[in-house]
């Protein structure tokens, strides 16, 4: 579980390609003060395990499914990625609940600046937005951020000096690909109240069989207690 507060930015030192499969080379600092192996660290917004380290780099495996939803693929030597340790407990919770576990791609639409504060819109798929609500949070290549506008085809969100200066964001061109996990509460209540329409609830442990596309009857009390409330 991470926080979306960026730690430090890490640059790519090498790429070894393994059919469909990576190991990334990342050079860090930060985030290797405490590291051991099978550690997680936020890249990019993605959980990776570190699988190798030493004092200013760390190794870690990706996976085909990981490289399919997020722009890890498509990173070159070199390139910058925003890091983050997974949060201890007792630690101050800066930003948001965060999985590291990507929903899907956006690309970079539009920047403006307003006074101290830089404005990047982002488009992306309906599937996406439907978890967005303004004033929520998002994580954006691993950085939490406040939703500021939500509309059809994508989003707008509102960064300070000091989160465009510790993460990538600012230094990204129009259309380059951002890695998007929304909200988890959002996708939880969806699940629990049986209306996302992809699943069967026979998929559900004890629940009835049910055929897939079929939406509950709605909120009632009864299915308020049936799923503990």
């Given at each position: ?14 790429i070894e390609k393994g ?211």
């Amino acid at each position: 579980m991470f926080t979306g507060i960026i730690e430090e930015v890490g640059s790519l030192l090498s790429i070894e390609k393994g059919g469909e499969a990576f190991q990334l080379n990342v050079k860090a600092k930060k985030v290797l003060e405490d590291v051991k192996l099978g550690d997680s660290i936020s890249t990019n917004g993605v959980c990776l395990t570190v699988v190798d380290f030493s004092r200013d780099r760390f190794r870690a495996d990706v996976m085909p499914e990981t490289l399919r939803k997020s722009n890890l693929g498509d990173l070159k030597i070199g390139d910058a990625v925003n890091l983050e340790r997974a949060m201890a407990i007792g630690d101050r919770f800066g930003g948001h609940m965060v999985s590291g576990h990507i929903d899907g791609m956006g690309k970079i639409a539009k920047y403006r600046k307003e006074k101290n504060a830089t404005w990047i819109r982002v488009e992306c798929d309906r599937s996406l937005l439907r978890y967005m609500i303004p004033k929520g949070s998002i994580a954006i290549d691993g950085t939490s951020l406040t939703l500021a506008e939500v509309d059809v085809k994508g989003f707008e969100v509102s960064i300070i000096p000091l989160t465009g200066e510790d993460t990538t964001l600012l230094n990204k061109p129009l259309g380059a690909k951002v890695n998007l996990e929304c909200d988890m509460v959002g996708k939880y209540i969806e699940k629990f109240m049986g209306t996302t329409g992809e699943t069967s609830s026979k998929d559900t442990p004890g629940g009835p069989e049910k055929p897939v596309g079929t939406k509950s009857e709605g909120i009632t009390i009864e299915r308020l207690k049936q799923l503990g409330y």
